[in-house]
Each structure stands twice: as C-alpha cells, then as structure tokens.
C-alpha cells in the first residue's frame, strides 16, 4: 500500500536500515498476529476480562526493534482498552503509521490509539504502564508510576542460535544460511531476538565466509563438541537471555 511504502521509506532514514530488513521486521511482527492465534488466546486468557472497566495504557515504546511494541498494544485494545504510544526520539514513525492504518481500516478503533510526546501527565493518568529500554530507563520510569498502576518492562535481552551436528549433514548448506538469516538479519541483530552468537557443533566451522557476506553485522561464532561447554557460556548472560534457537 501507498502508507507502508512510505513508512518503510522513513524508517529507512531514522533506522539506518535496509529495505529488506525493514520488511522482514514488519512481516515477522504481523504474521504472529493472527486471527486464530488471537482467538484461542482470548477465549483461554482473556475470558475473565469481558466486561471489565476499560484502562488508559500507557507504552513507552524501543528504538531499536522497531515492532517489538506491536502484539502488545494490540492485546490491549482487543481487550477494550485505550492505548497511548510514546515513540522514542529516535524512531518516531511506525507508532504514527500503525495509527494511521487503524484510522484508515478502522476508526473506531483508531480512536482509542494516542500518539503522545513525553510529558508526566501521561504517567500520572495511567492504570498500566508498558516500557522498553535499558535497564536504567525502566528504573526510572518504575520509580514514576503512580501507586496502585501496573507496570510491565521489557530491558536489555540477547538471544543465541545452535546448530547441531544433525544440522550438517550438508555443511554449512544455502537452505541452513536461509534460515539463520531470517533470525539474523533484521535490526542488525539490536533486537532481542537476534542471535549474537552462533554455537556450531563442529570444529571445522569456526568461519562462515556467506553469513559474513550476506549481512552487515554477523553473528560471532563459537564451536563445541559438548552441551556443557554451551551451558557454560549460557549461564553467563543469566537474566540476559531471552531465545535460543536451534537446527538439528
């Protein structure tokens, strides 16, 4: 559509990313939201909700993973609720496009979606707060929250990737490199979910030459013949780690 060739066109300019990351950033957040998927969640979390006073829900939004905010916002408002989005300085574009995609389709419930600046009222006027951002940004913001308002941040996370032997039958083959790059390329491995390191399960692969060239930032590589030596590095992004994903 005309609106998301001209979001992806600024997110360009504020993001620094490429065409290809962007789209891929956007079609990973919006294939998980799907109809079914939104259903079955309703009817086994949210039951208990219908008919609950509806709140002002207040999320502060990243700057790096652009959608990480999506599946959130969009939680709330199925459940009844009024949405505020306080973009960050630094990418201020999506959150004004989503919106105006809702006015557009919807607007009876674009209405209940705010783009705001940031301003004290806005906290002050929230019964749930949703934050990202550095561990000392939702520190702070936590402190601000007034009594009795819920709060929910999501800080700093890493995520890894592991390649087991059973995975290399055919080498470091194009269809495994296809999916390492569905993980690995988008935000240039900012977001939470990107794999900053690689735990390949053989000793000759300590290089791939075609991840490197395929991407700007690769994931660093690691080999081991034992789970216990990945273990080992695992425990040492302990409360850091959000995903691992694996082949094989």
């Given at each position: 559509?005309p609106?998301?060739?001209?979001?992806?066109?600024a997110?360009?300019?504020?993001t620094?990313?490429?065409?290809?990351?962007?789209?891929?950033?956007?079609?990973n957040?919006?294939k998980e939201?799907?109809?079914?998927?939104?259903?079955?969640y309703?009817?086994?979390?949210?039951s208990g909700?219908?008919?609950?006073?509806?709140w002002?829900?207040l999320?502060?939004?990243?700057?790096?993973?652009f959608?990480?905010?999506?599946?959130?916002a969009?939680?709330?408002?199925?459940?009844g609720?009024?949405?505020?989005l306080?973009?960050?300085?630094?990418?201020?574009?999506f959150?004004?496009?989503?919106?105006?995609?809702l006015?557009?389709?919807?607007?009876?419930?674009?209405?209940?979606?705010?783009?705001?600046?940031?301003?004290?009222?806005?906290?002050?006027?929230?019964?749930?707060?949703?934050?990202?951002?550095?561990?000392?940004?939702?520190?702070?913001i936590?402190?601000?929250?007034?009594?009795?308002?819920r709060?929910?941040?999501?800080?700093?996370?890493?995520?890894v990737?592991?390649?087991?032997?059973?995975?290399?039958?055919?080498?470091?083959?194009?269809?495994?490199?296809?999916?390492?790059?569905?993980?690995?390329?988008?935000?240039?491995l900012?977001?939470?979910?990107?794999?900053?390191?690689?735990?390949?399960?053989?000793?000759r692969?300590?290089?791939?030459?075609?991840?490197?060239?395929a991407?700007?930032?690769?994931?660093?590589?690691?080999?081991?013949?034992q789970?216990?030596?990945?273990?080992?590095?695992?425990?040492?992004?302990?409360?850091?780690?959000?995903?691992?994903?694996y082949a094989?």
């Amino acid at each position: 559509t005309p609106l998301r060739r001209q979001t992806v066109e600024a997110l360009q300019v504020v993001t620094g990313l490429s065409v290809r990351q962007i789209d891929l950033a956007l079609s990973n957040a919006f294939k998980e939201l799907t109809t079914e998927k939104i259903r079955v969640y309703a009817e086994a979390e949210l039951s208990g909700a219908r008919g609950a006073q509806a709140w002002m829900v207040l999320h502060i939004l990243p700057a790096n993973a652009f959608t990480a905010w999506l599946p959130g916002a969009i939680v709330c408002l199925l459940l009844g609720h009024k949405v505020r989005l306080k973009p960050s300085l630094r990418e201020p574009i999506f959150a004004r496009a989503w919106k105006q995609s809702l006015d557009e389709i919807d607007p009876s419930l674009g209405g209940n979606v705010e783009v705001v600046a940031w301003a004290e009222g806005s906290l002050q006027e929230s019964e749930a707060v949703v934050a990202y951002g550095s561990d000392e940004t939702l520190a702070k913001i936590r402190s601000q929250v007034p009594p009795g308002a819920r709060f929910a941040g999501y800080g700093h996370k890493l995520s890894v990737g592991v390649i087991f032997l059973e995975a290399l039958k055919d080498g470091l083959s194009e269809d495994l490199l296809d999916r390492v790059l569905r993980d690995a390329e988008p935000f240039r491995l900012q977001g939470c979910l990107s794999p900053q390191i690689l735990f390949i399960e053989d000793p000759r692969f300590s290089r791939w030459p075609m991840l490197e060239a395929a991407l700007d930032v690769a994931p660093k590589i690691r080999t081991f013949s034992q789970w216990a030596d990945v273990l080992e590095h695992l425990m040492k992004f302990t409360p850091y780690l959000s995903c691992v994903g694996y082949a094989g």
